[in-house]
């Protein structure tokens, strides 16, 4: 049973046995949940694993483009919006929540946020999840895309810290989506490693692998029974390039080229433990998939002088890292990585190269272990090759290894965050990509959006979406590239990492000054409503 937010204000929570039911009263909002309603939840059919699941009865049709009538979404295609946990829950030191680097950054470093927010409160979606799951229900989305944050559910990052008041929170968010029909897609990791596992070396560090195995098994044993589609990590070339290279973001380590290279082999090698461990315990019972989240740019030639090979080049060093080694053939980096990072480690005087190096039973673990390629798209670059002679005697870095120089196209717009320019073709060009690569893998679009100043009539975004997503559909229809749904970044605005309050990407906006925190809908989340409700794209 559903209660809208505002219904009731209490502080403390109450339960009591009436009838059979029992009856959740937290800040503000009642749940009346059946004492067997998880169960019954659990039943329900996964259209999204269904969707993931299969290859698409529709094939490329380059006539398409000129029928309006069959130029559409085809039916089993799926919408939804995402979130992540330290952006959105809040209530960073309640119910018996652990700190998380992005606690210890935001505490510590204020100066290095823009308007030195946290995300302490954030939209307090740890006490107004409802108000979040009434903002997906209006538009009709089709799941929600949501982490949970490891350092509530195990402080010190094993089962010995279980909380189960996170538990008993996080429960509720599921139970409370599968209820109004929205399936829950769960991140185990978005970026808030708990402190207490950064301070034994985080993801430079081997004992992460089994310290993420043991999460994941928590995470599959609690809520395995109704989640069924599952994402790893998100955005591993961004964390750990920031995070373990250059140092700029959480958890603030400058390790240039050795500390990105560690960071990105350990959330492969704690990704394949987890889905190894799904596939031995939980599988056959719980019947879900498992895939992890990718960033990255499409490239475009800067000039007519930039070979294809530059293209590909600079995507195999940004997606084919981590891609490669679950998409392809020897469970392994791009050739183009080991054989770059090798020649330049040498020549830097080192016994062995910084880029670390698979067992061939670690290979065969990563081989094929995501049962879906799951996809952040945002913006795309221009390309060249840096022809520079290497200097040895250079700090080394991701950015030196790879020898691009990124630029953008004077003729591309921009959205509020400065990286953000708008390239939907780089959408469908990189789905091609994939698909000519790893032999056309089932594709879920787990991020895509625009950034603004949070105004109601937000027309940019809506040009934004319908232009990726008639990327998307011309990626499917024209080009027969196999995608399952598209996931909008993000339902509500939120906390922006580094840059705080400052840009906005939700399709509802928060005043972030107002006690209430009320979601109010855009113009844009009109427009995505009425995408899914017609299966095509409005005229706007």
């Known amino acids: 049973m559903h209660y809208h937010n505002g219904l009731l204000s209490v502080a403390l929570l109450v339960l009591m046995n009436l009838n059979g039911y029992s009856c959740f009263i937290t800040t503000g909002i009642p749940q009346i949940i059946e004492h067997d309603q ?53 209530a960073w030191n309640e119910d018996g929540k652990g700190p998380s680097v992005w606690d210890t950054l935001t505490h510590d470093h204020p100066e ?73 897609v769960v991140t185990m990791l978005h970026y808030d490693v708990p402190q207490y596992l950064q301070n034994l070396g985080g993801f430079a560090s081997p004992l992460i692998v089994d310290y993420f195995r043991e999460y994941a098994d928590t995470l599959f044993h609690t809520f395995g029974d109704r989640v069924k589609v599952w994402i790893t990590h998100n955005e591993p070339y961004d964390f ?27 959330v492969l090698l704690s990704h394949a ?3 190894q461990l799904y ?26 002088a930039t070979a294809q090979e530059v293209v590909d080049r600079a995507i195999e060093f940004q997606i084919g890292w981590f891609a490669d080694p679950l998409f392809g053939e020897d469970g392994n980096y791009p050739a183009v990585m080991i054989n770059e990072i090798a020649k330049n480690s040498e020549q ?3 016994t062995h190269s910084r880029l670390p190096t698979f067992t061939n039973t670690e290979s065969a673990l990563l081989r094929g272990s995501a049962d879906f390629f799951a996809y952040n798209y945002y913006s795309s670059r221009l390309v060249e090759l840096n022809s520079t002679e290497y200097n040895p005697l250079e700090t080394p870095s991701w ?4 020898r691009i120089i990124q630029s953008v196209d004077p003729g591309w717009s921009r959205a509020k965050s400065s990286w953000l320019y708008v390239v939907p073709e780089g959408l469908r060009g990189i789905l091609n990509w994939i698909r000519k690569r790893y032999h056309n893998p089932t594709v879920l679009i787990t991020e895509n959006g625009y950034s ?85 794209i409005p005229a706007e």
Not at 55 to 62: A, D, L, M, V
Not at 241 to 266: D, F, K, R
Not at 288 to 293: E, K, N, R, S, Y
Not at 399 to 402: L, N
Request: charge should be negative.
């Open 112 to 184: 290095l946020v823009v308007d030195q927010a946290t995300g302490d409160r954030a939209t307090d979606s740890y006490h107004r999840y409802l108000s979040d799951i009434d903002a997906l229900a209006t538009v009709g989305f089709d799941y929600y895309r949501f982490s949970i944050a490891w350092s509530r559910l195990l402080p010190r990052g094993d089962r010995s810290s279980l909380n189960e008041q996170a538990v008993e929170y996080y429960n509720h968010l599921i139970d409370e989506l599968l209820t109004n029909g929205i399936e829950p």
């Open 452 to 536: 603004d100043d949070g105004q109601l009539e937000d027309t940019e975004r809506i040009d934004y979406y319908a232009r990726h997503l008639h990327a998307v559909l011309a990626s499917l229809l024209e080009d027969g590239c196999h995608v399952a749904g598209f996931t909008a970044w993000s339902i509500i605005d939120n906390f922006e990492w580094l840059r705080g309050y400052s840009e906005k990407f939700g399709l509802f906006y928060v005043n972030f000054t107002d006690p209430a925190l009320v979601r109010i809908p855009k113009r844009s989340a009109n427009f995505m409503a009425r995408v899914i409700s017609t299966r095509t």
């Open 273 to 275: 433990a987890a889905y």
């Open 240 to 266: 750990c390039v920031e995070g373990y290279g250059t140092g700029n973001s959480g958890p603030l380590v400058y390790a240039s080229g050795v500390g990105e290279y560690l960071c990105a082999h350990h």
């Open 38 to 90: 998880r169960a019954q939840l659990s039943l329900i059919p996964s259209n999204l694993r269904l969707a993931l699941s299969k290859k698409p009865s529709y094939e490329s049709n380059s006539n398409q483009t000129g029928s309006p009538d069959t130029f559409r979404f085809p039916d089993d295609f799926l919408f939804g919006a995402a979130t992540a946990a330290y952006q959105i829950e809040g």
């Open 348 to 350: 830097e005087g080192r």
């Open 399 to 402: 950015q030196r290894d790879a």
């Open 279 to 304: 596939n031995e315990r939980y599988r056959q019972q719980q019947n879900g998939l498992i895939g992890l989240t990718l960033s990255g740019r499409y490239y475009y030639p800067a000039s007519n």
